[in-house]
């Protein structure tokens, strides 16, 4: 994920505290973010915001929470890089 604009960080963040449970971003060297702790959340976004932010991976630690990522990042699917209509919600 790669945010560019305030808002992308802004409703990505309202979407993690809509979720029931942990929210995680993982780095390829095992560093955790918990995106429902408020101090863990800087450090995700800073981390999102950093030249590597692309190869953080993102965690629920509940399925039913998925589909609410799934939606933002439907709605703002420039983070990733691609076409909203590649995007598909269950």
């Known amino acids: 994920m790669k945010f560019t ?3 992308e960080i802004r409703d990505f963040l309202d979407t993690v505290e809509t979720c029931k ?3 995680y971003l993982q780095s390829q060297y095992g560093d955790v973010y ?3 702790s408020r101090l ?5 976004i800073a981390a999102l915001l950093s030249e590597h932010g692309d190869e953080l991976e993102l965690f ?3 399925k ?3 589909p609410k990522l799934l939606r933002y990042l439907s709605t703002h ?3 990733l890089g691609i076409r909203s ?3 598909k919600i269950a």
């Not at 863990?40 to 995700?44: A, E, K, P, R, V």
């Open 5 to 7: 604009t305030y808002d």
């Open 21 to 23: 449970n942990d929210v």
């Open 34 to 36: 918990n995106l429902k």
């Open 40 to 44: 863990s959340q800087y450090l995700g």
């Open 60 to 62: 629920c630690a509940n």
């Open 64 to 66: 039913e929470d998925e």
């Open 77 to 79: 699917s420039e983070v």
């Open 85 to 87: 209509d590649l995007i």
